[in-house]
């Protein structure tokens, strides 16, 4: 129908318009890749949220992914926290990736895990949390505390599951699964389990492109 | 310009109830009927009693015995002469915010306060803010004020206040002798000598007061009155904070000694006020009664300076996971300290240290995941990738020398893998080192892709064994 076309024209022209199906936007730091950025549901990692990823094995890209949009909050003297992870950070590497090294705090403990990532939520200084918990540890209670803890900071949490963790049921912003190969599904977004499910893919991890779902 | 010296004296009735009170648990009830005892001469008799069992009957100087059998729910404690002097020691702290000239004298602590009058207006406003801190230590306290130290005591067990000299004279010269601190003894024998007022005495020729009574009372008369000098030992907040506390029940239950430890907090917390510095590191040592193995709790703090609900905090945390096997008796603590004290800088709007956030954050980690949990991470001069980073303390790290591409993860060992199943991209990359150390490796790093595209850092090792073996992962 032409006339509906005009007011529909019309109505996206006004940027000063809001609509109830448009989403409010979410703070979020850029992932430091435009095409996924683009994928994401606010344009980037959202900011106070959790956000679960879950890689088929370990050091499948989980660190690739991250570590751009990590780089750049300690550039702006924000600290990093790197809780539990399952294997040794490089040094080397993440200087390369122009992480300040200064800024980057690692909890070796896997046991305290939640709890500290708990306590560096509430102190609202960090830049961002990435934290490895146990899959014993992994409860419905406690992720829910920590998303409840991620709401009232500005950093963005990464809760990134052992591989064959079963995650629970929660209300996570965004659920991300790392396929070996470096291929990466959007489980859950803003809007549910999106319909227009994206798939990354790479020729190899170092650089994730994002491809037309076929 | 000279001022009018003004002796402040401060008591605590009951002290030894007082003293032994600080170091009950906050849930110990203060209805239930409390005594506390003491040896003398063979003899275990009460000496102070608390409300609830004075209306039963129990009064001080009866025999224990006594008061079991009259009141059979009583709780009856003994004299804890440390603790009580301790007591005499906190309120000694406390008053020394007021005044350099402090003195302990025996049954109380005397402070002049004359040189402070002119700092605080009046008097009653020096005196005030006095009682007010005393209260807020849970202490119940006497304050009287005399021109010579040893009446101080005399006049705060009144609570009486008098500045000048004559008044003070006339004042003492009425009181009947049982007013003053003099021992039982000495009591009876100026009653026998029909004796009742200090004027009586007074009337008595100096030369008879001396052989009848016999100096040492003499000269305290001459104290009290100002005809003679009192010799003050002037106290000193101590060098170290080092404090032993022992518990009257003892417990197993960490509430209670977390409690304990607040008291010793608040007292901590006094003297780095008063020695003007802050605090860098805490120790606490638990003494078990049974002569087990003690329990220690140590912290150092990111920042020195003092903040004591985070402290608490902190000790909670390091209690936590301790299993005490039996009940705490005595507990120790310790404090180091350094005279440099930063300016606290509060925020403007929310009125918190922002400044001291960050520290506060990681010593509350610290004290959970300990020391060594808590880290950062750094990069050393060796070739040999296993040997090129090293934990380093949190906040710190060192220059990274350029090395060519390097995966983001190192696995902690490195595992053998089948060279037929993986795909070489890129390399090698000769490392060869450890010569020097015994220790000589002599490998080729390739990174190589696996069947499903992760990519992998190997290595082909020459030196000492051979063989291929995976180091890293660039996931």
Redesign the interface.
């Known amino acids: 129908m032409p006339s509906s076309n005009t007011l529909e024209q019309l109505l996206s022209a006004r940027g000063d318009l809001w609509r109830g199906r448009q989403r409010p936007p979410v703070p979020s730091i850029s992932t430091g890749r435009a095409a996924l950025d683009q994928q994401l549901p606010g344009g980037g990692w959202p900011r106070g949220k959790l956000i679960e990823l879950l890689?088929e094995?370990?050091?499948?890209?989980?660190?690739?992914l991250l570590?751009p949009c990590l780089a750049e909050q300690t550039r702006q003297g924000l600290?990093v926290l790197f809780l539990a992870p399952p294997?040794?950070?490089?040094?080397?590497?993440?200087?390369?990736h122009k992480l300040d090294?200064?800024r980057?705090?690692?909890?070796?403990?896997q046991q305290?895990t939640f709890?500290?990532a708990e306590?560096?939520l509430k102190?609202g200084?960090c830049g961002a949390i990435v934290a490895w918990p146990a899959s014993a540890d992994v409860r419905e209670r406690s992720v829910r505390r920590l998303q409840l803890a991620a709401e009232n900071g500005q950093a963005p949490v990464f809760l990134c599951y052992a591989p064959g963790c079963k995650p629970p049921a929660s209300l996570a912003a965004l659920r991300l699964a790392i396929r070996?190969?470096?291929a990466l599904d959007v489980l859950r977004g803003q809007r549910g389990k999106s319909p227009d499910t994206i798939r990354l893919n790479a020729s190899?991890?170092?650089s994730l492109t994002t491809r037309a779902r076929s | 310009m000279p001022h009018e010296a003004l002796w402040t004296g401060i008591v605590c009735p009951q002290t030894a109830m007082q003293a032994l009170l600080r170091l009950l648990p906050e849930d110990f009830d203060l209805e239930d009927a409390l005594a506390v005892h003491d040896t003398v001469g063979g003899r275990t008799r009460v000496i102070e009693v608390n409300r609830a069992a004075h209306r039963l009957g129990v009064h001080a100087g009866q025999v224990l015995a006594d008061a079991l059998a009259i009141a059979p729910g009583l709780h009856s404690l003994p004299r804890a002469r440390k603790a009580e002097q301790r007591l005499l020691e906190e309120i000694a702290l406390r008053a020394y915010q007021y005044s350099h000239q402090v003195a302990i004298t025996g049954d109380g602590v005397v402070l002049e306060t004359g040189g402070s009058r002119r700092l605080h207006g009046r008097l009653d406003t020096l005196l005030g803010a006095l009682a007010d801190d005393l209260a807020q230590m849970g202490l119940i306290t006497r304050l009287g004020s005399a021109p010579v130290p040893a009446a101080a005591c005399l006049l705060a067990r009144r609570k009486r206040h008098q500045a000048k000299l004559p008044a003070l004279r006339k004042l003492l010269s009425e009181w009947p002798l049982a007013h003053l601190a003099l021992a039982p003894g000495e009591l009876r024998k100026l009653d026998s000598l029909g004796l009742k007022h200090l004027r009586d005495v007074q009337a008595l020729p100096r030369f008879e007061r001396d052989r009848r009574l016999g100096q040492a009372l003499t000269r305290y008369l001459d104290e009290i009155t100002g005809h003679q000098q009192t010799p003050l030992v002037y106290w000193q907040p101590a060098e170290q904070f080092h404090q032993r506390l022992e518990l009257p029940v003892p417990t197993i239950r960490s509430e209670a000694l977390l409690f304990m430890l607040n008291r010793v907090l608040e007292q901590l917390h006094h003297w780095l006020q008063v020695r003007d510095r802050s605090l860098t590191r805490i120790e606490v040592e638990m003494h078990p009664e049974d002569q087990g193995p003690v329990v220690e709790l140590r912290t150092g703090l990111g920042q020195a300076g003092f903040h004591r609900q985070r402290l608490l905090e902190i000790l909670r945390l390091k209690l936590e996971p301790v299993r005490l096997q039996s009940a705490i008796e005595s507990l120790v603590v310790r404090a180091e300290s350094t005279a440099e004290q930063p300016p606290p800088q509060a925020d403007l709007w929310t009125g918190t240290n922002v400044n001291d956030?960050?520290p506060?954050?990681?010593d509350?980690?610290k004290a959970?995941?300990?020391e060594?949990?808590?880290?950062?991470?750094?990069?050393c001069s060796d070739h040999r990738?296993e040997k090129?980073?090293k934990?380093s303390p949190?906040?710190?790290?060192t220059a990274?020398?350029e090395?060519p591409?390097?995966?983001?993860?190192?696995?902690?060992h490195p595992k053998p893998c089948q060279i037929k199943s993986l795909t070489l991209m890129d390399g090698p990359e000769r490392i060869e080192a450890g010569w020097w150390d015994g220790q000589d490796t002599r490998r080729d790093y390739w990174i190589a892709?696996d069947r499903?595209?992760?990519?992998l850092w190997i290595f082909h090792e020459y030196k000492p064994g051979s063989g291929w073996f995976v180091h890293?992962?660039?996931?």
């Open positions: 890689p094995r370990v050091g499948v890209g989980e660190m690739e570590l600290p294997l040794i950070p490089c040094p080397q590497s993440l200087v390369r090294l200064t980057l705090l690692i909890v070796r403990e305290y709890w500290a306590q560096c102190s200084l070996t190969g470096g190899n991890v170092v | 956030a960050w506060a954050l990681l509350r980690l959970r995941v300990g060594e949990g808590l880290c950062g991470i750094a990069a990738p090129s980073w934990w949190p906040g710190t790290t990274v020398c090395t591409l390097r995966p983001n993860w190192l696995l902690p892709h499903h595209g992760n990519k890293g992962l660039f996931g």
